[in-house]
């Protein structure tokens, strides 16, 4: 029998959680959802310049927001916290003196002088540095400043076969000794990883092929260290319109910039996952339904392109098939943020119903349905349009029918609309348009009759005397 998944994401905590990060998070998680096995987070922060706290808590809340918990971690009982490499460095330690015991490691004790003036040299000769083996030979003497490096074994080439791109080879001219502990005892990004991937037993490694490069290095290191290679998956980037690699250019690109825009996480995850893997033509997917069908086999070896008008869709079409119930609660955040306390309204569940087909995201939804809540706001264009003196009397015929009937509902409210235009001799649309206009203060809204409803018959009829006096005016 196959041991159990074991996959892990291992973002460096530089920024916050990338769209590309977030895709290949999400990947490795569905695969041990979808398997039964054990997703690890494991966060690389020893670049200490450049790895911040923030970031750190950018990444857990975009990943959480996204529904993507992480099953292990230092600490005992849970809730784990990710893995820190900067709290491991005995670790890291302890197998590069196992490599140097064991002649696969040798101390370097060249300082920095020395290697940039061979760089320099090899710049002036317009061919590439490549560390020349000065301290191969010498004895380990730790009392002297060193880093360690890996003694790049006697080979032609390295291969190794990737999930979505198939074998590479890579000449092993083109490695090195590469430093793997630098001399303040931090590890190097393939050494760590390789170590944590070791201890973790992690039997495959699925990452953005932006490491792809990195990856013969480490499967020397793996047979080195004496453990068996795991599985690789490359995945290509997410690209922008213009076949670039997708960056800030393109649009936003955090995870929770979505969040801020008003997209459900179900859509993020829908669109992301949907982004280079496919399960026959089926574009919108459940959870449960992606950690049914996921696997690396159906992951393109080509980049996929974001394209927000679909991720837009995908969200569109998310927000129509939840309960209005469920949409409302969802919405609560956002009414909050734009200043409307609608917690416990009881026609928030009604007006959402009435804006679940058009709103495109949860922003969109508050503020296409901000005039339920909060005073009209005129559009003077529509003020203009809609509310000169020719509205007046059609006004006048709504509001006098909306006053004298006691108990409002669709039925009356179209006959009152039908009435108020033959009587005129005008089409619908034209009475019902400045009714619009004088009850949101814009021209785009649900049906009237579900307008006038939601807003009820004193505050329809306040708003329509305040669009009267505009009219006059
Ligand atoms: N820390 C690396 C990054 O954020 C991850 C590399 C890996 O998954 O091996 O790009």
């Not at 709290?87 to 490599?99: F, G, M, P, S």
């Not at 991937?197 to 490694?205: Q, S």
């Not at 021209?443 to 005397?465: C, F, H, K, N």
Request: glycine share 8%.
């Amino acid at each position: 029998m196959n041991a159990p998944v074991r996959v892990r994401f291992a973002p460096s905590p530089t920024g916050y959680l990338h769209i590309g990060g977030a895709r290949t998070a999400l990947l490795n998680w569905l695969w041990a959802r979808h398997t039964g096995g054990k997703f690890v987070l494991r966060i690389e922060d020893t670049d200490r310049e450049r790895s911040t706290d923030e970031a750190v808590a950018a990444i857990l809340d975009g990943m959480r927001w996204l529904g993507l918990d992480w099953d292990e971690g230092p600490g005992v009982g849970g809730p784990f916290g990710p893995y820190f490499q900067m709290q491991r460095l005995d670790l890291y330690r302890e197998y590069a003196e196992r490599l140097v015991r064991g002649g696969k490691a040798f101390a370097c004790y060249c300082t920095k002088e020395e290697l940039d003036l061979q760089r320099e040299q090899a710049r002036a000769e317009k061919r590439q540095f490549i560390y020349p083996g000065t301290c191969r030979d010498l004895p380990y003497d730790p009392s002297r400043r060193h880093v360690i490096r890996f003694r790049l074994p006697k080979l032609e080439e390295v291969t190794f076969t990737d999930l979505v791109k198939g074998a590479i080879t890579r000449p092993a001219s083109t490695l090195q000794d590469e430093v793997i502990v630098r001399a303040d005892g931090v590890p190097l990004y393939n050494f760590g990883a390789v170590v944590d991937d070791v201890t973790m037993e992690i039997n495959l490694v699925a990452r953005g092929d932006d490491h792809v490069n990195n990856t013969a290095i480490q499967v020397l290191l793996y047979e080195a260290l004496g453990y068996p290679v795991p599985a690789f998956a490359h995945l290509p980037m997410i690209l922008g319109a213009d076949k670039t690699r997708l960056s800030k250019r393109h649009g936003a690109t955090s995870v929770t910039a979505y969040r801020d825009m008003g997209f459900l996480p179900e859509a993020v995850v829908n669109y992301l996952v949907r982004l280079g893997w496919s399960h026959g033509d089926q574009e919108i997917f459940t959870g449960s339904e992606l950690v049914e069908h996921f696997g690396f086999d159906h992951v393109g070896a080509t980049a996929g392109v974001f394209n927000p008008e679909k991720m837009v869709w995908v969200n569109q079409t998310w927000m129509k098939s939840l309960p209005p119930a469920e949409l409302a609660a969802r919405s609560l955040p956002y009414y909050r943020a734009a200043g409307l306390e609608v917690e416990g309204d009881p026609r928030l569940p009604e007006v959402v119903r009435a804006f679940q087909e058009r709103a495109k995201t949860l922003v969109d939804l508050v503020t296409q349905s901000r005039c339920f809540f909060a005073p009209v706001e005129m559009d003077p264009k529509a003020r203009e349009k809609f509310l000169g003196p020719d509205a007046a009397p059609i006004l006048l015929g709504i509001r006098d029918g909306i006053s004298a009937t006691a108990t409002l509902d669709a039925g009356v409210l179209e006959k009152l609309f039908h009435d108020v235009a033959a009587a005129r001799s005008l089409g619908l649309g034209k009475v019902a348009q400045p009714v619009r206009v004088a009850l949101t203060g814009g021209t785009a809204s649900p049906g009237i009759y579900d307008v006038v409803l939601l807003l009820g018959r004193e505050e329809s009829l306040q708003r329509i005397d305040a669009a009267l006096r505009l009219c006059a005016g």
